[in-house]
T-cell receptor, first 113, second 114 residues
Framework: AQSVTQLDSQVPVFEEAPVELRCNYS??????LFWYVQYPNQGLQLLLK??????LVESINGFEAEFNKSQTSFHLRKPSVHISDTAEYFC???????????FGTGTRLTIIP | DTEVTQTPKHLVMGMTNKKSLKCEQH?????MYWYKQKAKKPPELMFV???????INESVPSRFSPECPNSSLLNLHLHALQPEDSALYLC?????????????FGPGTRLTVL
């Protein structure tokens, strides 16, 4: 992917409210898309990925993301957030045939009790 | 074992020191990666090893020297670093370097260069 854009650097949300973290990518070829989460002082963990098939992908902890090819987006959503969701979220893309993973600049999700 | 381990967790070194970071995985992955992450920034790719051969070097200064002694182990040798090299160094691995393979990240080594 030539670039991955996360427009929101910080998103504060009240506990149990819904959230959407936005991600747009640009690429001239097919891409694989990923969301990673980084908790404070930790490495990155894969949250979910889109490789092919159904455009809606889900994680085990209630997050989901939808691949929209026409809008070149892969927004992350959760219907009800918890304090434990406080973390940095990175969207990433990898072109078909490319070893390099391109990251967005990250969105810091802060949950307000 | 679905972990990538990294040692040490923290490292403080002077500009004249030589030190090494170590990364290990026992998932049978054949691609391994080094990333550098500065505070509040995304990880930046430094090196990719595929089947123990260096396949990508993202124009990293020669004071960083990677080594892949076998398919489970990845080292990063550090020499004559600068204070601006202080960062979190992340190791990752994937089944192969093909684009659809997810990367598994280690917890990182937090490096401080004095």
């Amino acid at each position: 992917a030539q670039s991955v854009t996360q427009l929101d650097s910080q998103v504060p949300v009240f506990e149990e409210a819904p959230v959407e973290l936005r991600c747009n990518y640009s690429s001239s070829v097919s891409v694989y898309l990923f969301w990673y989460v980084q908790y404070p002082n930790q490495g990155l963990q894969l949250l979910l990925k889109y490789l092919s098939g159904s455009t809606l992908v889900e994680s085990i902890n209630g997050f989901e993301a939808e691949f929209n090819k026409s809008q070149t987006s892969f927004h992350l959503r959760k219907p009800s957030v918890h304090i434990s969701d406080t973390a940095e979220y990175f969207c990433a893309a990898r072109d078909f045939g490319n070893e390099k993973l391109t990251f967005g600049t990250g969105t810091r999700l802060t949950i307000i009790p | 074992d679905t972990e990538v381990t990294q040692t040490p967790k923290h490292l403080v070194m002077g500009m004249t020191n030589k030190k090494s970071l170590k990364c290990e995985q026992h998932m049978g992955h054949r691609a391994m990666y080094w990333y550098k992450q500065k505070a509040k920034k995304p990880p930046e790719l430094m090196f990719v090893y595929s089947y123990e051969k260096l396949s990508i070097n993202e124009s990293v200064p020669s004071r960083f020297s990677p080594e892949c002694p076998n398919s489970s182990l990845l080292n990063l040798h550090l020499h004559a670093l600068q204070p601006e090299d202080s960062a979190l160094y992340l190791c990752a691995s994937s089944q192969a370097s093909a684009a659809y393979n997810e990367q598994f990240f280690g917890p990182g080594t937090r490096l401080t260069v004095l």
